[in-house]
């Protein structure tokens, strides 16, 4: 699976982003994906993921409320809509693919596939 990520930008605080991340291969389906976030100076940290049928989601604390993650399996595509946008969200989004059970889902390690980060800057 390969993974392209697409649709960051600078923006102010509290307008609104849409990331996708597009995925080629024909297993898409079969693959939890997810959103972590690296911020310069430090780790990366999970964001939000969707399990592989798009039931469940779950979401890190510090963007509970404020981001949707969501999948298009016919479209191959995972979306990560981000509203009301705080200086803190500044960072390079990555996506990810992967099969972690439910208790570890913020580790990336376990995650197997990656996309090439695309950068988002909120100003204050």
């Known amino acids: 699976v390969q993974l392209q990520a697409s649709g960051g930008g600078l923006v102010q605080a509290g307008d609104s982003l849409t990331l996708s991340c597009a995925a080629s291969?024909?297993?898409?389906?079969?693959?939890?994906m997810a959103w972590f976030r690296q911020a310069p100076g430090k780790e990366r940290e999970f964001v939000a993921t969707?399990?592989?049928?798009?039931?469940?989601?779950y979401y890190a604390d510090s963007v509970k409320g404020r981001f949707t993650i969501s999948r298009d399996n016919a479209e191959n595509t995972v979306y990560l809509q981000m509203n009301s946008l705080k200086p803190e969200d500044t960072a390079t989004y990555y996506c990810?693919?992967?099969?972690?059970?439910?208790?570890?889902?913020?580790?990336?390690?376990?995650?197997?596939?990656w996309g090439q980060g695309t950068q988002v800057t909120v100003s204050s």
């Open positions: 291969g024909d297993s898409f389906s079969s693959y939890g």
């Open positions: 990810a693919a992967g099969r972690p059970i439910l208790s570890a889902i913020a580790t990336p390690r376990l995650y197997y596939y």
């Open positions: 969707i399990r592989v049928s798009g039931g469940s989601t």
